[in-house]
């Protein structure tokens, strides 16, 4: 942990401690609490997105608390109130707004995973200058000029730009050659379609590829037959699959395998979260999903195996997911943030994230390359993840020195 | 104006002030926020009201025209730099086109078919709004000049602006209630054949309607995305959207002006703090405390709390109102001049023919009504009667032959055009607004002759002393006995004053009491020269009543005469009683 | 956009069978429909009943141990039936008779207001009841045949689906014979045309809108419990059969079983079959399109009765 043992820190921390000293015997039991805030799902469809969300959350509070709280504030321990922001645009920003106006005095808070609700919370988050984090990765969320949102996914658009190469790289590497077409199937969401278009508008050229199936469907899909003939009659080198929900995901797994282009037939290539979820191993199986890559912002890497552990222990997780790691990496941000600014103080501590160029301490180990943030609060120089399912687990396989596997390409 | 609508006024003006308190009293942001979506959804529901609650016909669709007005606004802040103060008004003429542009198929539709074709336009504008690329839309913030484009740090500003936008929407739909266009849209909704029958165009009072209801959807819609700042197709167009509306409605009292607001007061704040407190408990207790109050106030309610509220109050609910004197007299009204034409063929029918399928409900009917008869067509059921009727007034058109009325054609005619040439008619099932005044009920009937809501009124309460009901013009409708009834509604189809008047099965069920003030008031009418053409199928009633008797049987005219000779007939004994009785009958009359 | 006969005919086949288990959910809705004329919002919410109690049945329950992976799911999408059907039962018993029925189906004024809005308020019970006591995590029945296909030349046939096809034909051919040939059906036929004139034969119509309305949720559960072997669900997933349900009941025709089941299976059809000339992402706008015209241009369907009473 990086924190300037100033001598304004060491002075505001004795003032502090004698302050608390000079208070009542019954004021001194009680330790100063700083609270943050977390908003997103609890209930409705994507209520177990929240879920583990907290599960990380809650970690994170306690180990910040068992390593003593906020040091430069007097050891203040740090709290989260949680509010749902159930299944509707309209309730995530009810939420934030109850949130906001019961407690004054939040430093700072994170969410809300779908990207339409962290638009909605954040325009009320904005207005009440309390800075935010998200891994919500869509462009509109960091391109509105505001001053106190922070991505900590990289955007779509960038993300699109390296995986592909990546994904081309990695086949070069393990076969030799090269794939010079592609396919593409994807739902018309906003993160795929963010995702997509600068593909489309020479990013699939720039990587040598040309695109021979490209097929865009409203979800939810009620089957994958029509889809995965078109993938079948025009054999590309590898699949990109965009498909945002796990259920779309199981049906064009499956139609994949019934029209016998699964095992190692077609390479597969996914991006998002939802593509290493313990439900999709549930639905589907560990068989079917061997060898799918997927990038993804954030998924755990190297040096994160205790970590990993003690998170399945704790919860009976299967594995950890983007969800559970961001959940207590985004309290890490801000109790680092906190620490920093050395004041329980919204606009300094978002002065201090701003600020931040963390490359080592509880905050940085959760995410890969260094946290720093530019004027528009989206992270710089952040390398682009992949896991791949390998024996039924998601294991990160690139970059090599976050991997805690090698990265296969299927080949027949 | 009227006290009711005195009354109303300050019920409203009540309620600005009862939210301009709430509003300085609250501190917090969130309460406000809610308060705002409370007015906002009250509106919506509202204008949902003004379509569906006064004329009957159920949209399960209205998610349209919000999500129209929500994206008008922000596509027209984000690609033109427009203000929402513009184009918040703007979003009202889209709504409008949009209702007339659905209205124009849709209303070719009835009941549940109208109701599940509004379902589908605001789904597939959600699909379609997915394929344009606009999943997801936040507002841009404008930090340079937030108050021109209605960003106000104070939520109170935005309570104040829904709150205003309430206040228009419930003083439209106070001035609709009282006009000419709602009195149509009750009529349409109680009856609709008998409100096209009675000279109301139908068509031009539910396309307006729609396109008024639309146009204040999609307004309440477009501040809606200025206070959520973000707007996603399943936000806007989602069928949530369009069951609240409904929801709101029917739980507060639908076709009601209060009804709506209602239950925008009791559900919204309900529904947001079970989520604020239960959200992450229980995840779905909101939706299911939802779902038992719904089924609750419908098995308790079944009409929406006002109704239920209101006629607890009225009393309307355990008695009926207290019995008129038997044998009240019918007030001697001077005699109408003989008509010039009196005793000149009035209405003609030459050689009218209509098949359904292969059944040949009428086969060539000749039929004249000269002026100032009264006449009688009868025949057993089934033989035609109320097809015939139907298509005089036009409500089906004759495969063959013509139809002249004062020497003009009449086929082709819609009902309503065939009214305002003069024909009336009643219906046998008599659906009468049971919480109005019988006036109310037959001022209805009135509009199509009347230059405004005064004349009809007027023409009403001479149609009501014409009949003999004058006495009980303000009795609720609600508390009539079977024979007022039938007066009520003679008085409906009198009140135009038309040349000719079509009874279908007027005396139909009643005892001879009933029976005989029922007579003495169509004589009356026939007297003060009202042509009139009487439909039944017994024959005793009608032997003293009419002129002239023309029998229906299969759809073909079989006789043709005075009572004394038709009754005599040997067909049209066979036809009533079969072969056997025809022969004995015979034998015996000679 | 070309294509070829192999595209046509795999969307062809595609269309068949995945309207074959449409054309189940439509009977289902149909029966309602006709018999009581009710608008039913739960319907998609007794499909997802139907998917969830298969789910049960196969894991907890133990069929799929028991009868294999394959033959376990069948079964219990055919024993959902049942267990939805009594629930069906006692939700009508208790709630839905109340608002519908002889005397207030046929009315225009409250009666009608109060049956939608009921459906609208067991329609949320059961999909956030369903969210409180099954989670929100996606789940489905695993089994090898929603990945195993049967070849005819190029076309591949799906197992999963061509089971669920052969089931739900031949449970739609049960229930038109039952309506058909069975007294209790034919009580419900005539408790559906007119309701006074079968209450004065003797029918009891309270009884038979009730068997109607379990048979009817019961059916539908049943095409959700063999769906559930193809596809996720969780527990707000009824609403996305919702409009296919009522776009293929009204193409075929209200208050008939027969176009309900054509209505069905032609919308499933519309469905696949529009990928190939459409982009994809309109697949449902077709249906959209499809239902609107059937009600402009000929609102009582395939197979219906227009019937308007002045």
Redesign the interface.
């Known amino acids: 942990m990086t924190h300037q043992m100033t001598r304004r820190s060491v002075a505001k921390g004795l003032a502090v401690s004698a302050a608390a000293l000079a208070l009542p015997a019954i004021g001194r039991a009680q330790a100063k609490s700083v609270k943050i805030a977390m908003i997103a799902p609890m209930?409705?469809?994507?209520?177990?997105q929240g879920q583990l969300l907290r599960m990380g959350a809650d970690l994170a509070v306690e180990d910040t608390n068992a390593r003593g709280g906020i040091k430069s504030l007097g050891g203040a321990k740090l709290s989260i109130v949680y509010a749902d922001a159930g299944d509707s645009t309209e309730k995530a920003k009810n939420a934030a707004q109850r949130l906001v106006a019961d407690n004054p005095d939040l430093v700072g808070g994170f969410g809300s995973w779908l990207s339409s609700f962290t638009l909605a919370v954040t325009e009320v988050t904005e207005r009440a200058q309390i800075p935010w984090l998200t891994l919500s990765y869509s462009d509109a969320i960091t391109n509105r000029g505001f001053k106190f949102v922070f991505q900590t996914s990289p955007t779509a658009e960038w993300q699109a730009a390296q995986t592909v190469p990546t994904a081309l790289d990695l086949a070069q590497s393990a076969t030799g050659k090269r794939p010079t077409t592609v396919g593409l199937i994807m739902d018309?969401t906003a993160a795929p379609t963010s995702f997509a278009k600068p593909l489309r508008e020479g990013g699939f050229e720039k990587a040598g590829l040309k695109l021979v199936v490209d097929?865009?469907?409203?979800p939810?899909l009620?089957?994958a037959?029509?889809?995965i003939?078109?993938v079948r009659?025009a054999k590309p080198g590898f699949l990109l699959l965009l498909t945002s929900?796990?259920?779309d995901c199981?049906?064009v797994l499956?139609?994949l395998?019934?029209?016998k282009l699964s095992h190692g037939k077609l390479p597969l290539v996914g991006n998002g979260a939802p593509f290493g979820s313990p439900?999709l191993l549930?639905?589907?199986?560990p068989e079917?999903l061997e060898g799918m890559l997927f990038s993804v912002a954030n998924w755990p890497m190297k040096g994160q195996e205790e970590f990993i552990e003690r998170f399945k222990k704790k919860t009976g997780e299967p594995f950890l997911t983007q969800d559970g790691l961001c959940g207590y990496g985004h309290p890490a941000i801000l109790a680092e943030g906190l620490e920093a600014s050395g004041a329980a103080d919204k606009i300094k501590v978002a002065e201090a994230i701003r600020a931040m160029n963390l490359t080592t301490g509880p905050a940085a180990q959760c995410f890969p390359g260094p946290i720093k943030f530019d004027e528009k609060g989206r992270r710089i120089g952040v390398p682009m993840i992949f896991a791949q399912w390998q024996k039924g687990v998601p294991v990160t396989v690139f970059p090599t020195d976050l991997a805690l596997a090698t990265p296969v390409w299927p080949s027949v | 104006m009227s006290p009711t609508v005195k009354r109303q006024l300050w019920a409203i003006l009540g309620l600005a002030v009862a939210v301009l308190a709430l509003m300085a009293f609250l501190q917090s942001d969130y309460f406000e926020l809610v308060l705002t979506q409370v007015l906002l959804w009250a509106m919506m529901s509202v204008a949902w009201n003004i379509l569906c609650g006064y004329s009957?016909y159920?949209s399960f669709g209205h998610a349209a025209f919000w999500g129209l007005g929500a994206y008008t606004v922000a596509l027209g802040l984000i690609h033109l730099d427009l203000s929402p103060w513009l184009t918040i008004p703007a979003s009202a003429v889209v709504g409008g086109l949009a209702g007339a542009l659905i209205g124009f198929?849709t209303f070719?539709?009835?009941g549940?078919?109208f109701?599940?074709?509004m379902?589908?336009y605001p789904?597939?504008s959600l699909?379609?709004f997915?394929?344009l690329g606009y999943q997801e839309i936040p507002l841009p913030m404008k930090r340079e000049a937030p108050i021109l484009y209605m960003q106000f740090a104070d939520q109170r500003a935005y309570v104040a602006l829904a709150l205003g936008l309430l206040v228009i929407t419930l003083l439209i739909s106070l001035s609709v209630e009282n006009s000419r266009f709602g009195m149509s849209l009750f009529a349409i909704?109680?009856n609709e054949?008998a409100a096209e029958a009675a000279g109301i165009d139908t068509w031009r009072w539910k396309m307006l309607a729609l396109m008024l209801s639309g146009a204040l959807a999609a307004m309440a819609g477009g501040l809606y995305a200025v206070v959520l700042l973000v707007v996603t197709p399943e936000a806007v167009f989602g069928?949530l959207v369009s069951?609240q509306a409904?929801?709101l409605a029917?739980?507060g009292g639908?076709g009601s002006l209060w009804g709506p607001v209602i239950g925008a007061t009791v559900l919204v704040p309900l529904a947001e703090g079970l989520n604020a407190k239960l959200g992450d408990v229980?995840?779905?207790?909101?939706?299911?405390v939802?779902?038992?109050?719904?089924?609750a106030?419908?098995?308790l309610a079944?009409?929406g709390v006002y109704w239920r509220i209101r006629d607890r109050l009225a009393g309307l609910l355990p008695e009926l109102a207290p019995m008129p004197t038997p044998g009240a007299t019918i007030p001697a009204v001077p005699r109408a001049a003989p008509s010039p034409t009196a005793g000149k063929d009035l209405l003609v029918l030459r050689n009218v023919g209509i098949s359904f399928g292969g059944l040949r409900a009428l086969d060539g009917v000749d039929l004249s009504v000269p002026e100032g008869g009264l006449y009688g067509i009868i025949g057993p059921n089934g033989a035609g009667k109320?097809t015939l009727f139907?298509v005089i007034n036009g409500?089906l058109s004759p495969e063959r032959g013509n139809i002249t009325f004062v020497n003009e054609s009449l086929v082709g005619l819609r009902p309503n055009q065939v009214c305002r040439k003069g024909i009336g008619r009643t219906?046998q099932v008599v659906r009468a607004f049971t919480r109005m005044t019988v006036l109310e009920n037959v001022t209805v009937g009135a509009f199509v002759g009347a230059a405004d809501a005064a004349a009809a009124r007027h023409m009403a309460a001479t149609a009501l002393d014409r009949v003999g009901l004058g006495a009980r013009a303000n009795a609720l409708a609600g508390g009539l006995t079977n024979r007022e009834l039938r007066l009520m509604e003679l008085a409906r189809a009198l009140a135009p004053q038309p040349r000719l008047v079509l009874l279908d099965e007027t005396l139909a069920g009643l005892g001879h009491d009933d029976l005989d003030g029922i007579l003495g008031a169509i004589r009356q009418v026939r007297a003060e020269g009202v042509t009139v053409l009487i439909i039944e199928h017994t024959m005793q009633a009608m032997v003293q009543l009419v002129d002239h008797f023309d029998v229906l049987d299969h759809g073909r005219l079989i006789a043709s005469g005075t009572p004394e000779t038709v009754v005599r007939n040997s067909e049209v004994i066979e036809a009533y009683l079969g072969k056997k009785w025809a022969e004995q009958v015979a034998v015996a009359v000679k | 956009m070309p294509f070829?006969l192999?595209?046509f005919l795999?969307?062809l086949?595609?269309g068949i069978?995945?309207g074959s288990t449409y054309a189940l959910m439509c009977i289902g809705l149909g029966i309602i429909f006709g018999a009581m004329?009710v608008?039913n919002f739960a319907q998609g919410d007794f499909l997802m009943l139907g998917m969830y109690a298969a789910f049960y049945l196969a894991t907890a329950g133990g069929l799929s141990a028991f009868l294999g992976p394959s033959g376990g799911p069948i079964v219990a999408a055919f024993l959902a039936g049942p267990i939805v059907f009594a629930l069906g039962w006692m939700i009508h018993r208790f709630?839905v008779s109340?608002?519908t029925g002889a005397g207030a189906a046929q009315t225009?004024?409250?009666?009608?207001?109060?049956q939608?809005?009921?459906t609208?308020?067991?329609?949320?019970?059961l999909?956030?009841?369903?969210?409180?006591v099954f989670?929100?995590?996606?789940?489905?029945i695993?089994t090898p045949l929603?990945?195993?296909?049967w070849e005819i030349g190029d076309i591949?046939l799906?197992q999963g689906?061509s089971v669920s096809f052969l089931v739900a034909v031949g449970l739609a051919v049960a229930v038109y014979l039952f309506l058909g040939h069975t007294r209790q059906g034919k009580a419900l036929r005539a408790a559906a045309d007119n309701s006074q004139a079968a209450l004065y034969m003797g029918i009891d119509v309270d009884k038979a809108h009730r068997v109607a309305w379990s048979l009817g949720v019961g059916i539908t559960a049943v095409a959700g419990g063999l769906v559930a072997g193809?596809?996720?669900?969780?527990?707000?997933?009824g609403?996305?059969f919702v409009?296919v349900m009522?776009a293929g009941v009204?193409l075929g025709g209200?208050g008939s079983i027969l176009g309900a089941f054509w209505g069905g299976l032609v919308i499933g059809i519309v469905?696949?079959m529009s990928?190939?000339i459409l982009?994809?992402?309109?697949?449902?706008?077709a249906i959209?399109?499809v239902?609107?015209l059937i009600?402009?241009l000929r609102?009582q369907g395939m197979f219906g009765r227009l019937s308007?009473r002045?």
């Open positions: 209930s409705g469809p994507w209520a177990r018309n097929q865009i469907y409203t939810p009620s089957d037959t029509p889809l003939e078109k009659s929900a796990m259920p199981k049906l499956e139609k395998d019934e029209f439900e549930k639905t589907i199986g079917l | 009957g159920f198929p070719r539709l009835r549940h078919y109701a599940l074709a379902l589908a789904l597939a699909y379609v997915q394929w909704k109680q054949p069928m069951a409904l929801i029917l739980f639908v229980l995840p779905g207790i909101q939706g299911v939802y779902g038992i109050a719904i089924i106030i419908i098995l079944p009409e109320t139907n409500f219906f | 070829s192999v595209d795999q969307a086949t595609a069978l995945v004329r608008i709630i109340r608002v225009e004024g409250a009666g009608a207001y109060g939608i809005l009921t609208l308020g067991i329609s949320l019970i999909q956030n009841g369903g969210l409180i989670g929100s995590a996606p789940t489905g695993r929603s990945r195993s296909s591949l799906n689906r193809s596809q996720s669900f969780q527990p707000y997933t609403f996305d409009i009522y009204v209200l469905q696949q990928t190939l982009p994809y992402q309109l697949q449902n706008t959209f399109v239902f609107l009600i402009f609102p308007e002045t």
